[in-house]
């Protein structure tokens, strides 16, 4: 096995689901014609059962062996977060990018904790629109963890001070976001690049 194969390998049990053009985009831009590569190291890797696939969709997507649930009502969101990382990887490489970290019983959980163009983010990726009530319980438990001070431990935390993540909602509703920490929300990584400039 190459090593672009373990790396795809990786990337599909980290991202637990990815479309061809995603691997392509991650594996193969160098590549005269990424699509096509893609496919064939894609039926190669399949072929010796190191991954699998759902072809009942046009687009096939893929999985790691062993995989979630191919029919997964977490499949779009999964291939959304690789999307923002394809998306945040356009303007800058994060630094650090992990899928749903773990903080704990009554911490947030968030679906990024990503280190981009030099700050920490924890990022948000709302399909659905929730109800006030639902993202107020979702930032009180940011609050709570901001108060615990649990945060100072974070392996990433520079040495010279301490620094609470942003919190990115990317999100098609608005909410109201009034805590003692930064929230962010915006439709894409794009419009979060526009916001910077002004």
Request: proline fraction near 6%; hydrophobic fraction near 35%.
């Amino acid at each position: 096995m190459i090593i672009r194969d373990k790396a795809i390998i990786s990337d599909l049990e980290r991202f637990r689901a990815m479309t061809r053009d995603q691997i392509a985009a991650l594996h193969f831009s160098h590549c005269r014609n990424p699509a096509k590569d893609a496919n064939l190291c894609l039926k190669r890797l399949r072929r010796d059962s190191l991954i699998t696939c759902s072809t009942e969709r046009r687009i096939y997507v893929y999985f790691p062996v062993p995989s979630i649930k191919k029919d997964s009502s977490k499949l779009q969101h999964y291939l959304g977060l690789c999307d923002v990382f394809l998306e945040l990887r356009k303007h800058d490489m994060p630094k650090w990018f992990t899928i749903e970290p773990k903080y704990g019983k009554g911490h947030p959980e968030p679906d990024i904790f990503t280190i981009w163009k030099g700050a920490p983010f924890w990022i948000e990726l709302q399909r659905s629109v929730y109800s006030d009530r639902v993202m107020k319980e979702k930032l009180d438990r940011y609050e709570r963890y901001f108060y615990s001070d649990d945060w100072h431990a974070e392996p990433w935390q520079p040495t010279d001070r301490k620094v609470f993540p942003r919190v990115w909602i990317i999100t098609q509703a608005m909410y109201q976001v009034d805590r003692p920490f930064k929230v962010i929300q915006t439709k894409s990584v794009e419009e979060l690049l526009v916001i910077g400039k002004k």
